[in-house]
């Protein structure tokens, strides 16, 4: 198993925040669910450095492994979203580990 995927089943089952690179940017990260679709990993993670407008509630994005880049672990912990469910994106998408 790669450094990224072990950092990340770690972040979820331990419900702690990570950074990553990701599209040239550093983001902070909540990840919730680790899946697969088509033979390729993604994570759904809330994005804390995203801007919501007031009227807009958090959501969970999706994000390919293979574009997430420095992983890192950060010691805060997390709250899953409310009404958060375990489940995957997609039907033909196969979930693999949940907060």
Not at 71 to 84: A, K, N, Q, R, Y
């Amino acid at each position: 198993m790669d450094d990224t995927r072990l950092k990340l089943m770690e972040a979820i089952a331990r419900k702690r925040k990570v950074t990553a690179h990701y599209n040239g940017q550093v983001l902070t990260l909540a990840p919730h669910l680790l899946f697969e679709r088509r033979g390729d990993l993604f994570i759904s993670a809330l994005n804390l450095n995203k801007s919501w407008r007031s009227d807009e509630d958090p959501r969970l994005g999706h994000f390919k492994l293979d574009g997430l880049a420095s992983i890192e672990l950060i010691d805060e912990s997390f709250d899953p979203l409310p009404g958060f469910e375990p489940a995957a994106p997609r039907d033909e998408d196969t979930p693999l580990l949940a907060v």
